[in-house]
């Protein structure tokens, strides 16, 4: 059976595109190296014809499909399991970019180009694609939609939901769904878009999306401002919204610990303010002109200092200097990396509830778990922090995890319900999650998607073991 179903994949994408001897950890091993899986192949298709053929073939031999673009997920849900028996689709060679309608503001690519690619696409005709995060350079347009993902802009322009307008997808049947379209008005019946973008290749294959793109401002500029309290920072955010309106695109904060750990494993890197509890590092896209961008940040950090609300700021003079305001914040992940393993988590809480959670979250982690560090850092400006907690300094940090994880998890998710949150804002569920979700997720809510996977993978062979 083995046989004829890698030759029903070679028949469909050609020998080259299938491989299964030789290192193949780049396709099997997850981007935090947490999850390592063995493929029955990995195959690389050319076209979405291609992709129909590979799903066909695999349904007619009821063997399972992992869909796989940049392999930077955080959730283990983009490689496959230990079983090997399960082909790894890697959608990287469908990286066209089919048409551009600047006066529609639209641009269709395949699934399989990476993010930046796509920004620079629409940077070449003055136009924005304004979704970004660290993983711009590997992750792609597939993997950015199956996860719905977030990064530093969604305060502005929302998540990868609110960028794509329409999708091209290969059904868990084989057959292919056209849904590209350009349109910002379509009632015609159930979403179905929506049901596929942040299904994580759980429903089917996505190979291709229709994309809104944003005229490309004048300038972009950074500020950053030191806080004593996280009540401070969300006082700062309605100041900003209020002062900036839609010119505020960026409002990220850390706390010290998080940039203590950026000091240490990234000494390189300068940064513009002294130690503070808190810092915010705020981006502002302005359709005049950088002057008058730097002119908008220097009143509201005055007003602020004036109202008590930061207690410094440094409002960043060059395009290099927003650049490296940038990469400070970009660094917190890898620096926590770089200190050791730690617990990660992705959740959303109202931005008003946000203080209150941290606070009593923090005091109660401490009492439960001392000397564990939290690593605190995120997206502010939409209710989105990386509530990362890292093992004691000193001690077996494995031991740590594989003694503390469930536990330090039950705390967090408890208390995230506690304040109207979500255990997962940008990430996705993929396998790191799903018993959390089974566990916390209303029983009528889980009751209708287990309703919609059946009614779209009756067979069960798309990404199974992943989110439901
Ligand atoms: P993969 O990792 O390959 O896949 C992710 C999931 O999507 C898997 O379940 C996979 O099966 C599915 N999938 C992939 N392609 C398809 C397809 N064509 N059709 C159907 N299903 C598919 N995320 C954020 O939201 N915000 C951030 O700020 C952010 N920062 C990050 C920073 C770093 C350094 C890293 C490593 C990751 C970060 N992420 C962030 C995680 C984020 O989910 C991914 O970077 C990205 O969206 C995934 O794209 P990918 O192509 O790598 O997908
Ligand atoms: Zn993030």
């Keep these: 059976m083995t046989v004829a179903l890698l030759g029903g994949l070679r028949a469909a994408v050609g020998a080259a595109h299938v491989l299964t001897e030789g290192d193949l950890s780049a396709y099997e091993l997850d981007w935090r190296q947490r999850y390592r899986g063995r493929a029955l192949a990995v195959v690389r298709p050319g076209s979405t014809l291609e992709v129909a053929q590979v799903v066909r073939t695999c349904a007619a031999h009821g063997a399972a499909i992992v869909a796989q673009g940049g392999n930077t997920g955080l959730v283990g849900g983009s490689v496959p399991d230990a079983s090997g028996t399960q082909v790894l689709l890697n959608l990287a060679r469908m990286n066209r970019i089919r048409a551009t309608d600047a006066a529609n503001l639209t641009m269709t690519v395949e699934a399989g180009c ?34 719905n993902a977030g990064g530093t802009q969604v305060l502005r322009f929302g998540n990868a939901r609110e960028l794509c307008l329409g999708l091209e997808v290969v059904t868990a049947l084989g057959e292919v769904w056209h849904g590209l379209s350009g349109l910002r008005k379509d009632n015609t019946g159930y ?47 309605q100041l900003a919204q209020a002062r900036l309106g839609a010119g505020l695109t960026g409002f990220e904060v850390m706390q010290r610990h998080a940039l203590a750990l950026v000091r240490k494993h990234f000494a ?14 705020l981006e502002q896209s302005d359709s005049e002109s950088e002057a008058h961008a730097r002119d908008g940040f ?41 200190e050791g393993l730690n617990i990660k988590h992705d959740i959303a809480l109202p931005i008003s509830a946000i203080p209150a959670f941290v606070a009593s979250t923090d005091a109660a982690l401490q009492q439960a778990f001392p000397g564990a560090r939290l690593v605190n850092f995120g997206h502010l400006g939409d209710g989105n ?26 705390l967090v998710f408890d ?54």
Aim: proline share 5%.
């Design 385 to 410: 922090l990386h509530y990362n907690v890292q093992a004691p300094a000193a001690g077996d940090a494995a031991a740590f995890l594989r003694d503390c994880e469930p536990a330090v998890n039950a």
């Design 415 to 468: 208390a995230v319900a506690a304040h109207g949150g979500s255990i997962s804002a940008e990430h996705g569920i993929g396998a790191l999650k799903r018993e959390a979700l089974a566990a916390r997720k209303s029983p009528v809510a889980l009751q209708m998607m287990r309703a919609i996977k059946l009614a779209l993978d009756p067979q069960g062979l798309m990404n199974p073991g992943r989110v439901l």
């Design 114 to 147: 990476v993010l930046q690619a796509v920004q620079e696409a629409a940077a070449a005709h003055g136009l924005l694609y304004p979704l970004s995060l660290a993983a711009e350079g590997s992750c792609t347009v597939g993997g950015n939609l199956a996860t």
């Design 268 to 281: 390189q890197l300068a940064q513009p303010l002294p130690e503070a509890e808190w810092t915010v590092l």
């Design 298 to 338: 220097e009143a509201l950090l005055e007003t602020a200092l004036e109202r008590g609300v930061i207690s410094d700021a440094a409002v960043a003079s060059s395009q290099a200097q927003s650049a490296a305001m940038w990469q400070l914040r970009e660094s917190i992940p890898l620096a926590q990396s770089a």
């Design 191 to 237: 979403d179905l878009r929506d049901l596929f973008i942040g299904s994580e290749g759980t429903l089917g294959i996505i190979t291709a999306a229709t994309l809104k793109l944003h005229p490309q401002p004048v300038a972009v500029t950074t500020a950053m401002a030191s806080l004593a309290t996280l009540a401070d920072a969300v006082a700062l955010l």
